[in-house]
C-alpha cells in the first residue's frame, strides 16, 4: 500500500465517521501531493507496512489542525469554519502552502501517534463495569493500557444514559448519549477502588492541550466542545499515568493479588499500535495471571479494538479464574452508537 492508498482509505473511514471535512482534506493530499519537499518525501517515502499500523494519515490531519487551533493557519481556519463554501483548489493551495511554511512544526507532529483519547469510548466502560458489578460484587482496580491524558481513566466521573436511565454520579461532568441497541446494562453502581494507567507518551491535559484536541477532527465541534470539557476535568483530578511500555507496566500490575477486589484490564482502540510481540506478551501475562487466581481475586480484560470487521469495533470480556471470553457486541469508533450483546445476568 502506498501513502496515496492510504490517505484515500482514510479519507473513507472520516467520511463513514462523521467528517466530510477530514475526507476532502486527505483525499486531495492523495490526489496532489508532489515529491520533492521535505514534507511530502517524509509521507510519500513512509515505510509501507507501517502506513497502517502509524496511522500516518491521522497524524498529517492532527498537524494541520494543531497549526489552526494554535493561530498559525489563519487562512486555513476560516476555510474550515465553512468548507462547503471552499472550493478545491482553494482549500488545497491554503494545505499546500502550510506544508511549505510550517515544515518544521508539521515533521515534529509526525514523528508522533494520534492520541484521540475519545472520551465517550468509556460508554463501554461505565457499561461493562456495571455489568461486572452485578455479576461480583467487588469493588474495581483499573488498569488502563494507552491512558494519553487519561480521558477515559476518569469514566466513573461521567453518566452514561440508556433508555431514558443515568447511569453515573449525580453530579456527572458530562453525560454521555450513545445510540444504544441491546438491553440496558445492569444498574449495579461501581465504586473503586483504585485506578492507574500506562501510555509510551502520557500527555499533560493543560499544556498538551492543543495537541490532544488537534487529533479531534475539525469539523466535529461536538467532540471538540465534549473533549475540552474532559481535559478539564482531568487537570483537576490527576489519575496516575506512568509512561513505559504497555506490557512492562501491564506485567508488574498483574504480579500482585488483589483480595476482596476486581482488577479491570481494558484498553480502548490501543492494541492495534503495539507490535506482535507485545501483543503476545501482553496476552501469555493476562493468561498467568488468571491461572494463579483464588475465586475472590476476579480479573476482568475489556477489549474495545478493530478485528477489520464491520461495523465498528469489536468488544469482548475475558474473566478469570476460567478464561472465559464473551461476546459483549461491537460499538463505533467513536461511542456514537453501542450493540450490547453481553449476557443477561441472573436477577
Not at 472520516?14 to 486527505?26: E, I, K, Y
Not at 490531519?61 to 474550515?80: K, S, T
Not at 464491520?310 to 464473551?326: D, R
Request: charged share 20%; aromatic share 6%; proline share 8%.
Amino acid at each position: 500500500m502506498t501513502f496515496r492508498e492510504h490517505a484515500r482509505q482514510q479519507a473513507a473511514a472520516c467520511a463513514a465517521l462523521g467528517s466530510p471535512l477530514t475526507a476532502r482534506v486527505l483525499t486531495l493530499i492523495a490526489d496532489r501531493l508532489a515529491p520533492g519537499r521535505a514534507v511530502a518525501d517524509r509521507l510519500l517515502y513512509w515505510p509501507q507496512n507501517r502506513l497502517r499500523p502509524d496511522a500516518v494519515a491521522l497524524r498529517l490531519a492532527g498537524a494541520l489542525h494543531y497549526l489552526v487551533l494554535r493561530g498559525q493557519a489563519p487562512i486555513l481556519a476560516r476555510l474550515y469554519s465553512a468548507p462547503d463554501t471552499v472550493p478545491d483548489l482553494q482549500l488545497w493551495r491554503a494545505i499546500d502552502a502550510l506544508l511549505r511554511l510550517h515544515e518544521s512544526t508539521i515533521l515534529a507532529t509526525l514523528d508522533h501517534a494520534p492520541q484521540t483519547n475519545e472520551l465517550r469510548r468509556s460508554s463501554v466502560v461505565i457499561a461493562a463495569a456495571h455489568w461486572l458489578t452485578a455479576a461480583f460484587n467487588r469493588p474495581l482496580v483499573l488498569s488502563e493500557l494507552g491512558s494519553s491524558a487519561g480521558l477515559n481513566l476518569i469514566w466513573d466521573r461521567y453518566a452514561l444514559q440508556v433508555d431514558g436511565a443515568d447511569y453515573g454520579p449525580d453530579d456527572a461532568a458530562l453525560t454521555l448519549t450513545p445510540k444504544w441497541h441491546g438491553a440496558p446494562p445492569p444498574m449495579a453502581k461501581p465504586i473503586i477502588r483504585a485506578r492507574a494507567g500506562v501510555d509510551l507518551n502520557p500527555l499533560d491535559p493543560e499544556t498538551d492541550r492543543l495537541r490532544l484536541l488537534s487529533y479531534i477532527w475539525a469539523d466535529q465541534r461536538d467532540r471538540l466542545n465534549r473533549t475540552t470539557q474532559a481535559l478539564e476535568l482531568a487537570a483537576t483530578l490527576r489519575p496516575e499515568i506512568t509512561r513505559g511500555c504497555a506490557i512492562d507496566w501491564l506485567e508488574q500490575r498483574l504480579s500482585r493479588p488483589l483480595p476482596q477486589a476486581l482488577h479491570l484490564v481494558y484498553h480502548t482502540i490501543v492494541w492495534q499500535y503495539l507490535d506482535p510481540d507485545l501483543q503476545e506478551r501482553g496476552t501469555a501475562a493476562l493468561a498467568r495471571a488468571g491461572a494463579r487466581l483464588r475465586p475472590d481475586e476476579p480479573m476482568a480484560h475489556l477489549s474495545m479494538e478493530d478485528d477489520g470487521q464491520q461495523p465498528g469495533a469489536k468488544l469482548t470480556l475475558t474473566l478469570w479464574p476460567g478464561g472465559e471470553c464473551l461476546d459483549f457486541g461491537r460499538v463505533d469508533f467513536h461511542g456514537a452508537w453501542v450493540d450490547w450483546r453481553a449476557p443477561t445476568l441472573p436477577a
